[in-house]
Every structure is written in structure tokens, then in C-alpha cells.
């Protein structure tokens, strides 16, 4: 049995001292993942939105992407058809000749949605559904006439059981109004038996992020706004998020977040007009890849730390204007987190979007790309030490058998652990001066003691668990594990009790209700209650009868 902690938040510390938490980069693959090369594409094509899954029981990685127009005077472009791709590695991809839509005469391409104005959307493979509804597509579409009567596009529902061919079931189709023009996060949260839609809303300046929930996909309740930009830990030019891609990891659920820069109280005039070549801020645009965090899907933080985890690139390399999240989650192989992302050599504003096309001919293919980053595994958030020591006291937990770490320690550090009590006595056998320091990097680094004890064997003399506190120096501790032998599947059974006692305080609409208050709904008929009874609800109890 293993438990697992991240240094994400501080839900099982007691007390940091001397350390930092920091948000840790990505590692970026160096070349992208997908052209348009192939004899259909145009010199008047760029690569916009995609959605990445892995498909478990084919081994195989399928890619939906979006092939946007982009002509003279256009800001972001114009009509958009939908293209298919597949990998084995989820590097080397295939693009199969789908036969589906004609294009310049011809049905020898990979498309599988036509063309139209504009297309954008969200694409899970859902295991909660039947298999004719395995894929689910939240989508949304615009036309000419939509955009005469200036108004933001509804969202529709679409299915299907092989992810190519879609129907659009038209007694329920749109499914929601009032969202904003692109950028959503769409999951399923098996936990809640919930779909979750994280997207912007309508009036969208300044962007914030907002969720909405279903049960059946169709009918949505607005949960309002779980994250705003522009707190104190942010600068002036961040006011704006464009989209977040959430996502289960251990405990946690993740989301990559869009973060936009702009000049402050004047977007729109930054979005038109360059800024001068004095101007101290040159990032103004731009939009890289943030993180955040929840336990329950509902309420969110962001680390303190504003460190992107996917940075710009250098200025004019293929993400050093825009950075723009997946559609749909990163995929997780042997605990490394791919991250599928598509990024422009542009800003996120016209005038250099304007310039980029005069300066290529206005040949645009090579102006977005579809890139991938890694994460190796539990690095998202560490905690720093330099060379004065620090040190983190957790919460009594049950004492494991063995301790892992995963650290990077540079040369000259260590990270080192001794058990205490709650009362703060250290155990003795499990004491600072009989560990065995830590002092290369890696994950499932085991901690050991010079007297050989094993902190499980002290469970029966220290009932309620104690407390670990780790002391570091010149190194970085993203997690920790406690590792249980478990030969009757006790442990795992308390731990799936508690894990359903949680689920079921998610799923209740009244977990809160105390048992002596009545239930909700119909009241029950007058006099229902016996003759001494409090009597509850808005019917008083009758009149007694004279005689």
C-alpha cells in the first residue's frame, strides 16, 4: 500500500521553515510534432485548436485537430475544417486518408468535419457512457449570419462510438448559452458522476474562468466563477485568462491555465497598435501556460508562485508568441505527464499576426505549430532549499514501512527525515542523527536509519501515528511516499472507505443538513407528527378537537 504526498498545497504540513515553494518548467520536445505538408494542404492554412487522447485498448494516440484559414486583413483567420491523425509513440504521426470530405475535388485527405466558418471544441473518451456514446464533443460553431447579429455562439452536444463519424442529437442541441467564444476545459469526474465544463463567460473582459456542471450533459448548472486573475500575487499585465485544461493527478485535480498579458486598461489598443520601442514591458500579448489546483473540481488555487509551466520561446520561434492549452487533458505514461499544446510565432494581437503575414507572403503554414512538453513525474511543485537549511513537519499519519522521496539534490545537499511526536519529541531509532541522508537525485529514493528500526515496527508503541519532518539543503522535494505491506488488504480497504465516505460528501446536495432537521421537499400532512412532536414545516398542527 502506497500513499503519496505532493508539495502542492499544505494539506498534510504542519509547519514549513526556511523553504520555498516553487513552480517547476516543463521539458520541451525540440522539434514539433505535425506540419501541414501533405499534397491538401494550403499555403493559406494554419494549424488552430487540437485534442489529444490515448487510446488504451489499441495503444494508440489519436489527434483531432483544427486546419484554419488565414487571409490579408483577417485577425485569427477564417473557415475551419477538422483533420485526424494517429501515433504509436505520440511522436511520429500518421495522417490516413479518411475519404470523408471533399476538398478541391478531391476525398483523398485526412479530414473528417467539413468546413465552416468557424469550429472549436472539446473532445473526452468517456468510459461512463455505452459504447455507442463512448466519444462526447462539446462544440461550437459560427456562421455569417451569427456574426452579423453579433452574438457569442451556444454550445452543442455531439457523440460517438468510433471518435470519426458524429451524431448531433437535435432534440437537446444547444446545450448551453451564454459562453464565451472559445477556450473550454471539459472532463468527466467519475467521483461526482459529473461532467464539468470550465470556460469564459459572456460579458468576457476582463477573461476569468468559470464552471458549469451536468449530470446528463444536457441540462448545466452554473457554478459561477472559480478563478479570477489580478490578486496580489499577480503583476498589472495579467488580467486576463484565456482558457484551463484540468486534469486528475494523485489527489489532485491540475489544470493548465492560459495566462494572457496585456497593457493594462487599454487591451484593445495594445491588441491594434505595437508598443514603442522603449517601452519596458515586452511581453505585452503574449500568453504562456500557468498552473493551478483543486481537490474537489469546485474550488480553486494557484500556487503563490506565478512561474509558468510552459514558458514563451525566444521571440519569433514557433511558441514565443502564444501558447494556447490542449483541448483535452495531458496524457500520463509511467507517471510522466505529456502535454500536447499548439503555439504561434505570433502574439496574441493583430499587429503582429499582420506583420508575421507580410513578412512570409502571407504563406502561413508554419505560423502555429502542435508541440509537446514533459513533466516528469510529481515535479509540478517542489520545495526549494538553498544553502541555509530549511525544514517541513508533516501531520501523525500511520507509520509505513519504508520512506520515499523523489528529490533532485544538487552537489553538496541532502535531504534527511526523523519521526516525531506530536508533542514534538523525537522518536529515538528514527531520529535525525540516525538518518541516512539522501544526496543524489531521483524518484523512489528509500530513507533509511543507522539502527535498522523500520517506523512500522513503533506502531503499536505510538497509536495515532506520528509526525515526519524533513530537513533539506541545496535540494528539491516534489514527493514523498509512505509505503505499508498490506498481505490482507486492510489498509487498502480503511483507505477506500475514506475515499468513499469523501465521494459521498461530493455527491450530496445536503451533506450538511443535520439528522433531527426534516426532509426537504413535500411536507408531510398535518398531524402527521405525534402529539408531542416539535412540529416542522408550514402547516400548523390542528386545532384540538372540543367535546
Known amino acids: 500500500m502506497r500513499n503519496k504526498v505532493l508539495m502542492i498545497d499544505d494539506a498534510f504540513f504542519q509547519e514549513i521553515h526556511n523553504l520555498e515553494r516553487r513552480v517547476n518548467p516543463v521539458t520541451k520536445h525540440p522539434e514539433p510534432l505535425l506540419r501541414l505538408d501533405a499534397p491538401w494542404d494550403q499555403k493559406s492554412e494554419t494549424l488552430n485548436y487540437l485534442n489529444v487522447l490515448y487510446d488504451e485498448q489499441e495503444d ?10 488565414n487571409f490579408p486583413g483577417e485577425y485569427w483567420g477564417g473557415p475551419c475544417k477538422t483533420a485526424y491523425a494517429t501515433s504509436k509513440d505520440g511522436i511520429h504521426w500518421e495522417k490516413p486518408i479518411m475519404n470523408m470530405v471533399e476538398v478541391n475535388g478531391s476525398k483523398q485527405n485526412n479530414y473528417i468535419i467539413p468546413e465552416m466558418l468557424n469550429l472549436t471544441y472539446n473532445i473526452i473518451d468517456d468510459p461512463s457512457d455505452i459504447a455507442a456514446h463512448r466519444y462526447k464533443m462539446i462544440f461550437q460553431i459560427e456562421s455569417n449570419e451569427s456574426r452579423w447579429a453579433r452574438y457569442h455562439m451556444p454550445l452543442c452536444l455531439s457523440y460517438s462510438h468510433d471518435g470519426i463519424h458524429w451524431k448531433r442529437p437535435t432534440h437537446v442541441n444547444p446545450v448551453l448559452r451564454g459562453i464565451s467564444d472559445a477556450g473550454w476545459g471539459f472532463i468527466y469526474d467519475p467521483d461526482r458522476r459529473k461532467y464539468q465544463l470550465y470556460t469564459r463567460r459572456v460579458p468576457n473582459l476582463p477573461r476569468d474562468i468559470s464552471l458549469y456542471e451536468s449530470y446528463d450533459l444536457v441540462n448545466w448548472e452554473d457554478k459561477g466563477r472559480v478563478l479570477v486573475p489580478g490578486d496580489e500575487h499577480d503583476p498589472p499585465d495579467t488580467f486576463n485568462f484565456q482558457s484551463m485544461t484540468p486534469f486528475f493527478y494523485e489527489d489532485f485535480c491540475l489544470a493548465l491555465l492560459n495566462t494572457h498579458y496585456s497593457l493594462p486598461g487599454a ?32 474550488t480553486w488555487s494557484r500556487p503563490d508562485d506565478r512561474s509558468p509551466v510552459i514558458a514563451n520561446g525566444q521571440p519569433g520561434s514557433r511558441d514565443g508568441g502564444c501558447i494556447f492549452v490542449p483541448s483535452s487533458a495531458p496524457i500520463i505514461r509511467n507517471g510522466e505527464t505529456w502535454i500536447y499544446y499548439f503555439g504561434f510565432r505570433h502574439a496574441h494581437n493583430a499587429w503582429s499576426q499582420f506583420q508575421y503575414l507580410e513578412d512570409h507572403d502571407h504563406d502561413v503554414r508554419d505560423l502555429s505549430s502542435y508541440l509537446l512538453a514533459k513533466m516528469p513525474e510529481d515535479q509540478w511543485v517542489s520545495l526549494d532549499a538553498g544553502t541555509v537549511e530549511g525544514w517541513v513537519l508533516g501531520k501523525p499519519w500511520l507509520l509505513p514501512t519504508q520512506v520515499l522521496v523523489n528529490s533532485d539534490v544538487a552537489e553538496g545537499g541532502f535531504i534527511a527525515a526523523e519521526f516525531v511526536t506530536p508533542y514534538g519529541k523525537p522518536v529515538e531509532g528514527l531520529t535525525r542523527a540516525e538518518c ?12 533509511e536509519w543507522t539502527s535498522g528500526v523500520r517506523p512500522s515496527e513503533l506502531q503499536q508503541e505510538h ?18 511516499s509512505f509505503v505499508q505491506p498490506d498481505p490482507d488488504g486492510e489498509i487498502a480497504t480503511d483507505w477506500a472507505n475514506a475515499r468513499w465516505l469523501e465521494t459521498i460528501k461530493h455527491r450530496s446536495d445536503n451533506w450538511d443538513r443535520l439528522s433531527t432537521e426534516p426532509a426537504a ?22 386545532p384540538a378537537k372540543r367535546r
Open 436 to 447: 541516512v541522508p539522501v544526496t543524489t537525485s531521483g524518484k523512489d529514493q528509500v530513507l
Open 267 to 298: 487591451e484593445t489598443y495594445e491588441v491594434y497598435n505595437k508598443a514603442p520601442d522603449d517601452y519596458a514591458n515586452r511581453r505585452l500579448g503574449q500568453v504562456d501556460i500557468q498552473l493551478a489546483y483543486s481537490r474537489d473540481g469546485v
Open 521 to 542: 421537499g413535500v411536507p408531510a400532512r398535518p398531524g402527521a407528527q405525534g402529539r408531542h412532536s416539535k412540529r416542522y414545516g408550514p402547516y400548523p398542527r390542528p
Open 60 to 69: 494508440l494516440f489519436r489527434m483531432w485537430y483544427v486546419v484554419k484559414g
Open 463 to 480: 497509536l495515532g501515528g506520528l509526525c515526519i519532518k524533513f530537513y533539506l539543503k541545496n535540494a528539491k522535494l516534489y514527493s514523498y
